[in-house]
T-cell receptor
């Protein structure tokens, strides 16, 4: 079955430590996204990538970094510069939209819950 | 930046009743999407309505879009316990990005 796999499901970070969240998709989608969700809130965009070897900052990119070396993979690193990393992190992918930027539906993984030790 | 705002923030109804959630947004859009999120899970796409459409149906779901009022509604008919979830609207923000609202938490009581 095609889909998006996020791992690990739960992650704990020590102070001063960088941690990397994995996101893999086998949907052959060009675009991939990382979102942060705080309790009772909507999703905020961290980074997104429309094509391999290219990515753009979202609304809350500070303290995070990404890479897009393969179409299938879009790992997110939460660096020690992110002082409040405790949140639920969601990865998504979609086909590229049409002319004018019309969006395609996004497919989501089941998230990684990150906490501070 | 939050463009879509859902109303109400929380809704509790009896099984079998209809549930209506509303979404308002600020700027013009190409399309608007609705997603469902079960507790502790990722979002699931429900329906996409384009700016030139006024109404769309999918099973027990009915979505309307009023671009003059910059608002959309999601109606779930004959609700079931399995419909208990949070529901989010999302509007396009250009450059293949979506902006999500804060969601409506729907509880269906047996």
């Amino acid at each position: 079955d095609g889909g998006i796999t996020q791992s690990p499901k739960y992650l704990f970070r020590k102070e001063g430590q960088n941690v990397t969240l994995s996101c893999e998709q086998n949907l052959n989608h060009d675009a991939m996204y990382w979102y942060r969700q705080d309790p009772g809130q909507g999703l905020r965009l961290i980074y997104y990538s429309q094509i391999v070897n290219d990515f753009q900052k979202g609304d809350i990119a500070e303290g995070y970094s990404v890479s897009r070396e393969k179409k299938e993979s879009f790992p997110l690193t939460v660096t020690s510069a992110q002082k409040n990393p405790t949140a639920f992190y969601l990865c998504a992918s979609s086909r590229r939209g049409g002319i004018g930027g019309s969006n395609q539906p996004q497919h989501f993984g089941d998230g990684t819950r990150l906490s501070i030790l | 930046s939050q463009q879509g705002e859902e109303d109400p923030q929380a809704l509790s109804i009896q099984e079998g009743e209809n549930a209506t959630m509303n979404c308002s947004y600020k700027t013009s859009i190409n399309n608007l999407q609705w997603y469902r999120q079960n507790s502790g899970r990722g979002l699931v796409h429900l329906i996409l309505i384009r700016s030139n459409e006024r109404e769309k149906h999918s099973g027990r779901l009915r979505v309307t879009l009023d671009t003059s009022k910059k608002s959309s509604s999601l109606l779930i008919t004959a609700s079931r316990a399995a419909d208990t979830a949070s529901y989010f609207c999302a509007t396009d923000a250009g450059a293949q990005k979506l902006v999500f609202g804060q969601g409506t938490r729907l509880t269906i009581n047996p």
